[in-house]
């Protein structure tokens, strides 16, 4: 079974400045998608970036950009520019390319708290 | 988002009563998910279903049922609420395999 671990439970960032996020995973697996997920107060789960293991360059999404080391099974989450607004409880996640049975799923971290300080 | 409706958005049961919670999707989504949520756990998947009367369990489905009579609609049952099972309750649906999952705004649990 794969796992993810998000090691750092919270953190916390200067207005403006960059922060990472750091996430790891363990699969034996060949094909497989990366994700962020931000959870603000509001409890909604929002899509911030994905990551597909057969890309070699790093997703981007705004502010929001990837480092995806498949061999070391890294994939980190960098916020640039940080705003009040990113202030929220982000997830990382798993998910298998393989689509039978429960490889449909989505495997979470345990998350990180992201604090922004004004 | 992707108008995927949770409800109750609060519930407080006492221990030993049954529990529905409800999911309704207009997305015509192929695929639902239930999640529970805990500190320190992440998201934890609690049983899932591929389409109508087509369900599976996930990795905490223990004390959970789940039906899905219509497209548009995933049931959680708590057959008999119990304290472990205080927890916020998310539903999820994806159209087709490679498309993003979709949450909705999740039910507060607490149990009694």
């Known amino acids: 079974a794969q796992t993810v671990t998000q090691s750092q439970p919270e953190m916390s960032v200067q207005e403006a400045e960059t922060v990472t996020l750091s996430c790891t995973y363990d699969?034996?697996?060949?094909?497989?998608?990366l994700f962020w997920y931000k959870q603000p107060p509001s409890r909604q789960m929002i899509l911030v970036i994905r990551?597909?293991?057969?890309?070699?360059q790093n997703a981007t999404e705004n502010r929001f950009s990837v480092n995806f080391q498949k061999a070391a099974k890294s994939f980190s989450l960098k916020i640039s520019d940080s705003q009040l607004g990113d202030a929220a409880m982000y997830f990382c996640?798993?998910?298998?390319?393989?689509?039978?049975?429960?490889?449909?799923?989505?495997?979470f971290g345990s998350g990180t708290q992201l604090t922004v300080l004004p | 988002d992707a108008g995927i409706t949770q409800s109750p958005r609060h519930k407080v049961t006492e221990t030993g009563t049954p529990v529905t919670l409800r999911c309704h999707q207009t997305e015509n989504h192929r695929y639902m998910y239930w999640y529970r949520q805990d500190p320190g756990h992440g998201l934890r998947l609690i049983h899932y279903s591929y389409g109508v009367k087509d369900t599976d369990k996930g990795e905490v489905s223990d004390g959970y049922s789940v039906s899905r009579s219509k497209t548009e609609d995933f049931l959680l049952t708590l057959e008999s609420a119990t304290s472990s099972q205080t927890s916020v309750y998310f539903c999820?649906?994806?159209?087709?395999?490679?498309?993003?999952?979709?949450f909705g705004n999740g039910t507060r649990l607490t149990v009694t």
């Open positions: 999820a649906s994806r159209e087709i395999d490679n498309s993003p999952l979709h």
């Open positions: 996640a798993y998910r298998s390319a393989y689509t039978s049975g429960s490889a449909r799923q989505l495997t």
């Open positions: 990551q597909e293991a057969y890309k070699q």
């Open positions: 699969t034996s697996e060949s094909d497989y998608y």
